[in-house]
């Protein structure tokens, strides 16, 4: 509903955003079905919309995931596992909206801890469950790595916005080091029909 009701305001749609983030180590069929299977719902319906070969215009689909996407998170495994899955999904259908010439990127945002509400869900055993004891340890990290402002993360989506050479790509964003993107060793195969 949310898509038709831009495309009756605006007349097309040219920018999505899959901002989905929940931490329940507890509840983790819920976890999946929010960081994860909502983002790939989100993912297709934008593209239904925006590319070309359905009479869309293009654009940008930007996918929110973590950094615990791209490395292990102890006490966080759904979480980790999810957030893995928007980074692999996003970077494979990217390559797949290129070779098909559907006029819409694809890429991917990994931020460090944010300063959000969703750093709150460590302190409840409703969404930590077995790892709730390890709370302090997270607390820990979140001290060590350094908690951000959302607004360095507002700062990105409009990079990736502007830069219409970005497609695939996977940008980290951290307290120490900004805004970054991951390397890659090898591209992936792609089709030559």
């Not at 951290?174 to 992936?188: E, L, R």
Request: proline share 3%.
């Amino acid at each position: 509903g949310a898509f038709k009701k831009v495309i009756e305001h605006f007349g097309r749609l040219d920018i999505v955003v899959n901002n989905a983030g929940v931490n329940n180590e507890k509840d983790w069929e819920s976890t999946i079905q929010i960081n994860l299977t909502s983002v790939i719902r989100g993912t297709y319906l934008g593209l239904e919309y925006m590319r070309k070969g359905n009479g869309g215009d293009g654009g940008v689909i930007i996918n929110i995931s973590s950094l615990a996407g791209l490395m292990p998170a102890a006490f966080q495994p759904v979480y980790c596992a999810t957030k893995h899955g928007v980074i692999g999904f996003t970077r494979s259908i990217a390559v797949t909206a290129h070779m098909e010439n559907y006029g819409v990127r694809l890429n991917t945002i990994c931020p460090g801890f944010v300063n959000t509400p969703i750093l709150q869900s460590i302190d409840k055993e409703e969404n930590m469950g077995q790892y709730y004891s390890y709370k302090d340890e997270i607390k820990n990290m979140m001290q060590f790595y350094g908690v951000m402002d959302p607004s360095i993360i507002a700062e990105g989506l409009i990079t990736i916005i502007e830069d219409d050479t970005l497609n695939g790509e996977v940008m980290k964003i951290t307290a120490s080091q900004g805004i970054h993107f991951q390397q890659y060793s090898q591209t992936p195969f792609t089709s030559k029909r």
